[in-house]
Nanobody
């Protein structure tokens, strides 16, 4: 079992930055692909970014590309999401997730491909 705990969310003005962290426990996540998803009120959970097991490959959805950066530190069993130039439409609960297919050629971008989830952290961007 992998337990994931997100932190770093909060209230920020448009144009500001936040850095989310996802700390894993229970077992090492060094073999897992790690993803960030978000869910706004009344909307489905949507993919934001994913990183492969080594950190050598990443993919960001178009709406966050150039503004958000996913990274990981396997020695600390932690994944990060640096969010810059935040917009009000980025307001959502942000979830990190772990997928056992860490070495897959095609990085997982759908919730169904993930095995473990955190409880989420709220990010609110004011205009």
């Amino acid at each position: 079992q992998v337990q994931l705990v997100e932190s770093g969310g909060g209230l920020v003005q448009a144009g500001g930055s936040l850095r989310l962290s996802c700390a894993a426990s229970g077992r090492t996540i060094s073999n897992y692909a790690m993803g960030w998803f978000r869910q706004a009120p009344g909307k489905e959970r949507e993919f934001a970014a994913v990183i492969n097991w080594s950190g050598g490959r990443t993919y960001h959805t178009d709406s966050v590309k150039g503004r958000f950066t996913i990274s990981r530190d396997n020695a600390k069993n932690t994944v990060y999401l640096q969010m810059n130039s935040l917009k009000p439409e980025d307001t959502a609960v942000y979830y990190c997730a772990a997928a056992a297919s860490g070495a897959a050629v095609i990085l997982p971008t759908t919730p169904a491909r993930y095995d473990y989830w955190g409880q989420g952290t709220q990010v609110t961007v004011s205009s």
